[in-house]
């Protein structure tokens, strides 16, 4: 197991392995802004086709927003239960981090599936392409997230140590990280619509 | 990974701080479920729509990078880190957004 | 003290192909870089001169059309991301960890994967050549000149997987250097003491983290347009090709940065040491790097000033672009005063770092034309920018690698790269260099367009066109003595001793080549140049320099002070960054050819992925016995 990692010859007390994670993440920030600023310049660009303000309602994507905003406090509930030692807990917090996860992906298909049969696909106008790409995204990063989750779960159930915290709390910071790309994804495409 | 030899008792962040209280996530976590009830009812408002919504997007991701991602609390390092690209994608969201609608005829 | 030998299990002594495919040495993994970069540059160089003997003559018939797109594609990206960015990235891995005085880099196995993924990358983009035709469409590959209407064949999807594949490499390459040059720098290694090629490639990096997932982003569009019929960059359903271009070039001008920036950090090493005296001005040129880092991300639109974006936004892309030429300045006079009153030895990478910089100035000085719009407009698309980008990425870029390879060479095998051979080299490539693209200027100020496979004759431009071909051969055969060179130097060139520049930094304080741990004692470090001072300042023991100290000197209480004597941890071998690896490359060829790939790939990235998580990182702890 590789050991933490205190930095040599600085008084920083930084882990290599969170480091890592963060340094991901900044550069993930520039990549969903790419996204992001295409769906901006993009999305109202119609002459056919459902736009923005007729195809989108705030409903599921009101309703997603909470489940990922209560599943990130599940997620760092998980980590403190840990970091206090109470295994279990943090596990069974990391499952319902995971479950609120599928969730959302399911809201998510169920949104999708209405858009479909109203007739929204990725390439009936610019605006169902950019809709699509950048939601998509975000889900396909959830998914990838409930996997991780997951397998850190399993992994816990396995070997623990306190020092497995780090574990947890890289994908911690990777889940965060996807609620905070929905917090904006929220406002530009469904409030802002 | 290389580099010295490392005593494993000392996790990162806790000199002293394994005995911290955590912050309250429950509280955090509801004040972000409010936040998002004002940005849904704001758009019903006849307010400009604009300061508000960013306001309440940025006091979210503030509390989410603040209490749930601990940057409050831990290495300024991961702060400096994470706020690195921010002006940059500023520039790139900007920009576009300058030549793409500011210069309708 | 008794000195200090330290053993390890035969796992860490192994010869042969499979200690390699699974090979974590962060000097292992540089070497499979540059070796991957110099094959693909045979490639990429082969393409040039293609191009050249093309162009030699008007109205030629030899690579015309279609064909001629491909050679000219294939040149541009190969050079940018098979050669310039790996070899780069391979002096980095190999040097860096040494320079810091640490014993690998912080993620190992994830640095194996990289360089899996490169040369991975690297073939799947070339096979495009064999299945279907290479992409045409130019190295930068604007829409909608890439959409699935006009670029029917699957070359631009070569082209786009392979860019995604080789950009994954990139990035974690880049998240390696930043930990480890943050966290693992030997103690009394502070940032304000840090080699600047260190400086360098962490800029880098850095630029790497945050241009990359710019073209990713736009790659991904791209392929969603070609493929699920999007409307990214399609006018007529109201998406802009434009749009392309702007993700691009936010990527495409930090990029040109990242091929430039550790070239520059080489130069900062070589001079130096070189001229026995230390950098001037080291503040001067770190703050430099940062702020080139940086003004280099404002200034993407100076690639489009001809597209027709309102006045205001080409003034400010044109301030912006003019402004990064003076930290690029602030560069320049130092390392001419880091030279001048210097005791010059003028061996053969001096000679390479040092026209490096006269170069490079060229390149700046039309790049400094180019960044002002009336001009821009009459010239670009011509043969001036070609001759710009080749003075800056080859007299700059390439100039600096070669002189880099000349400097670790010694260290990195245990043998020098000849001398003679070396001056030869220098004044074919010097020549021939300047003979090719000087002429280039000019023919772009007479209106040569680029990327254009011939031109009528009753121009004016033959005689250049046909000097610059022969510049080319004449550059070409400097290559040949290079490699030449290497080979020979391998099997029979002259012994280096651990130090045999008298250098300044930490790397040349063990031996050459260093064994699999770097050094058996991290050394302690209270000044720049650490090498130096523990030779000629305040050592009340000081060895002269055929004798610098070695991994197996007595150091532990010495002077020096160095750390203790510890357990040292060396990552065991891993096969699950290449499996990983090709996972992903299987899963990209079905992407482009069979989907039968599609499911393989995936099968294979979960076998890599799992047992790569459940394989601990150190197998045992290993003491030093003393």
Redesign the interface.
């Known amino acids: ?3 933490h ?1 205190p ?4 008084e920083i007390a ?1 882990d ?1 392995r969170k ?2 994670v963060w ?2 993440l ?3 920030v ?2 969903f802004a ?2 992001i600023v ?1 769906y901006l ?2 999305h109202n ?3 056919s086709g459902p736009t923005a303000h007729e195809a989108l309602t705030l409903t599921i994507p009101t309703i997603n927003t909470m489940i990922l905003l209560t599943s990130s406090v599940a997620m760092v509930l998980a980590l403190a239960h840990l970091r206090d030692g109470n295994r279990r807990a943090s596990i069974a917090w990391l499952l319902t981090t995971a479950w609120l996860g599928i969730c959302f992906l399911i809201l998510k298909a169920v949104e999708y599936n209405q858009h479909l049969h109203e007739g929204l696909t ?2 009936v ?6 809709y ?2 950048v939601t998509g ?1 975000h889900a396909a990063h959830v998914a990838v997230g409930v996997i991780w989750i997951l ?1 850190v779960a399993l ?1 816990l159930r396995r070997r623990l140590s306190p020092q497995n915290d780090v574990l947890v709390e890289t994908v911690g910071l990777y889940w965060h990280f996807v609620d905070l790309v929905w917090v904006a994804i929220f406002m530009v495409v469904y409030l802002m619509r | ?5 490392v005593s494993t008792d000392r996790p990162e962040g806790t000199v002293g701080a394994k005995a911290h209280r955590h912050p309250n996530y429950v509280l955090v976590g509801i004040v972000l479920i409010v936040l998002t009830i004002l940005e849904v009812s704001v758009i019903s408002l006849p307010v400009p729509q604009l300061p508000f919504l960013l306001g309440f997007a940025i006091a979210k991701g503030l509390l989410i990078l603040m209490y749930f991602m601990h940057l409050k609390f831990d290495s300024r ?1 991961y702060a400096v ?1 994470f706020a ?2 921010w002006p ?1 994608a500023l ?2 969201v900007g ?2 957004i ?2 793409y609608f500011g ?1 309708r005829a | 003290m008794a000195s200090s030998a330290v053993t390890l299990p035969r796992v860490y002594e192994e010869r042969g192909l499979l200690s390699w495919l699974t090979t974590v040495d ?1 000097k292992r993994i540089g070497i499979l870089y540059i070796l991957g970069a110099g094959f693909f540059a045979l490639i990429g160089g082969l393409e040039a001169l293609l191009i050249r003997t093309q162009l030699a003559i008007p109205d030629n018939r030899l690579l015309v059309g279609e064909a001629y797109n491909q050679v000219l594609t294939m040149h541009g990206t190969t050079m940018v991301f098979l050669v310039v960015m790996p070899v780069l990235a391979g002096l980095g891995n190999y040097v860096v ?1 040494l320079m810091i005085g ?7 196995r ?1 640095n194996a994967f990289g360089v899996w993924m490169f040369l991975l990358g690297g073939i799947f983009l070339n096979l495009s050549f064999l299945l279907g035709g290479a992409p045409d469409a130019g190295w930068f590959g604007y829409a909608p000149l890439t959409a699935k209407t006009f670029s029917k064949g699957a070359g631009i999807d070569f082209w786009i997987l392979g860019l995604q594949l080789l950009g994954i490499s990139s ?1 974690t390459s ?3 250097f ?2 480890t040059i ?9 940032l304000n003491r840090l080699p600047l090629f260190a400086w360098t490639t962490l800029v880098t990096a ?1 630029l790497i ?6 073209i ?3 790659l ?2 791209l392929f ?2 070609r493929h ?5 960059f ?1 006018p007529a ?4 090709p434009l ?1 392309w271009q ?2 691009f070039w ?1 990527f495409g001008h930090p990029e040109v940065y990242i091929m430039i920036l550790p070239a520059m950090g080489i130069v900062s090493e070589v001079l130096p040491v070189f001229s026995r005296k230390p950098i001037f001005g080291y503040t001067a040129v770190a703050y430099s790097s940062v702020a080139i880092g940086f003004i280099g ?2 200034v993407w ?1 100076h690639h489009m000033f001809a597209v027709g ?2 006045d205001v ?1 080409n003034a400010f892309f044109s301030a912006a672009s003019m402004l990064v030429a003076v930290p690029t300045a602030i560069k320049v006079f130092n390392w001419i005063a880091t030279i001048w009153g210097g005791s010059v030895r003028y061996r053969v990478p001096f000679l390479f770092a040092a026209a490096f910089v006269a170069l490079f100035v060229i390149g700046g000085l039309s790049g400094l034309f180019l960044a002002s719009v009336p001009v821009d407009w009459q010239v670009t698309d011509t043969y001036f920018v070609v001759a710009h980008f080749h003075y800056t990425l080859f007299g700059g870029s390439m100039f600096a690698i070669v002189a880099g390879i000349y400097y670790w060479f010694p260290k990195i095998t245990g043998r020098f790269l000849d001398e003679r051979l070396g001056r030869l080299h220098f004044a074919l490539q010097f020549i021939g260099f300047n003979l090719t693209f000087f002429p280039m200027h000019f023919l772009g100020l007479m209106g040569m367009p680029r990327r254009v496979y011939t031109y009528a004759a009753g121009l004016g431009w033959e005689s250049l066109n046909l000097l610059a071909t022969i510049g080319a051969f004449i550059l070409a055969l400097g290559f040949v003595v290079f490699f030449v060179n290497i080979a020979r130097s391998l099997v029979a060139g002259e012994r280096a001793p651990d130090d045999p520049w008298d250098g300044h930094t930490l790397e040349w304080l063990t031996s050459s080549p260093p064994p699999p741990y ?1 050094f058996a004692r ?1 050394p302690v ?1 209270h000044s720049r140049r650490p090498a130096w001072d523990r030779k000629y300042t305040g050592n009340p023991h000081p060895r002269p320099v055929a004798e610098a100290p070695t991994a197996q000197a007595p150091v532990g209480d010495g002077p020096e002070g160095d ?1 203790e004597a ?6 065991a071998p891993s096969l699950w960054p290449l499996i990983l690896a090709a996972g992903l490359t299987v899963f990209a060829l079905g992407l482009v050819t069979h989907w039968i790939f599609i499911p393989l790939g995936l099968l294979l990235f979960a076998l890599g992925l799992a047992r790569w ?1 459940q394989q ?3 197998p045992e ?1 290993h003491e030093a016995s003393s």
């Open positions: 197991m590789a050991s990692h930095a040599v010859g600085s930084v290599s480091l890592g340094v991901f900044a550069s993930e520039i990549f790419s996204l295409s310049v993009l660009r119609v002459t990725p390439s106008n610019v605006f169902g392409s950019a699509y790409t995204f397998s992994g | 990974m290389g580099g010295t030899s390092l880190l690195y690209p940059l520039l790139l920009m576009l300058w030549v210069f | 962060h960890p640490a014993r690998d880099m912080a993620y190992p994830l990035i880049s998240i390696n930043v930990s943050l966290l693992l720098r030997a103690p009394g290694l502070t850095f983290l945050f241009a990359m997932p710019s990713s982003a736009a991904f569009l969603l347009d699920l019929g999007t409307h990214f399609n359903a109201g998406g802009d749009l702007h993700l936010f991300f404002t639109a974006l309102p936004v770097n991290v470090v750390s510890e357990p040292i941890h060396l990552p998580v601990p990182l150190f702890t």
